[in-house]
Each structure stands twice: as C-alpha cells, then as structure tokens.
C-alpha cells in the first residue's frame, strides 16, 4: 500500500508562487496515476491536476489551467505541483492522490477513482 505525503504549502501573496510536492512511501509511484485535488471548508474535495503514470498525459481543471503545472519524478517517487499567478480563491487544502494505473494513459479527474491520498497541506494566498 502506497503512503504519500504532501509539503511545500504555506502562506503567500496574490500573484506570487509555490510549488507543494508529494513524495510516497513503500511502493514505487511508476505504477500510479497521480493527482492534486484541493478542498476548501464546506465544499467537496475539487479536481486541480492529474498526471499519467508515463508523464506523457496531463489534465487540468479550467480555473488552474496556464497557471498551474503538475510534474513527476518516478526516480525521486515524487509528484509535484507549481502554482504561478496565485489567486486568493486557490486557498485550499491540497491533496495528493494515487491509483493504480491499468494502462499508461489513465487518468481521472474524479476523488473516487483514486485509492490512496496523503494527508494535505495549506496554502494560503492573501489579497
């Protein structure tokens, strides 16, 4: 069973940047599509980012789309996520999330497709 764990988040201006990163645990993340969802207080977990098992395939949610980018480093079993162009309305929790993939373009965009997930990690973007 993949463990993941997030970092990098924090507090930042509108208009700045930040990368968070997800680095996994007892199994090798080759195998695995990856995602960022992002969570707010009260709302349902939202879809930012997804990435192939091969690298090859990436999605984006519309409102992150040209600002943000989602990175893998099979090598280094991490998975990250630069944040360019902040905006106060991307302050959330944001999520790191696995599957396996059964073939090398999988991909989802949904929470419940993806079995494992890390803990979270705050960012925080102030107007």
């Known amino acids: 069973q993949v463990q993941l764990a997030e970092s990098g988040g924090g507090l930042v201006q509108a208009g700045g940047s930040l990368r968070v990163s997800c680095v996994a645990s007892r199994r090798t993340l080759r195998s695995y599509t990856m995602a960022w969802f992002r969570q707010e207080p009260g709302k349902e977990r939202e879809f930012v980012a997804a990435?192939?098992?091969?690298?090859?395939?990436?999605n984006y949610a519309d409102s992150v789309k040209g600002r943000f980018t989602i990175s893998r480093d099979n090598a280094k079993n991490a998975v990250y996520l630069q944040m360019n162009s902040l905006k106060p309305e991307d302050t959330a929790v944001y999520y790191c999330?696995?599957?396996?993939?059964?073939?090398?373009?999988?991909?989802?965009?949904?929470?419940?497709?993806?079995?494992?997930w890390g803990q979270g990690t705050q960012v925080t973007v102030s107007s």
């Open positions: 999330a696995a599957e396996i993939a059964p073939y090398a373009d999988a991909i989802w965009t949904i929470p419940r497709e993806y079995d494992y």
């Open positions: 990435i192939s098992r091969s690298g090859a395939i990436t």
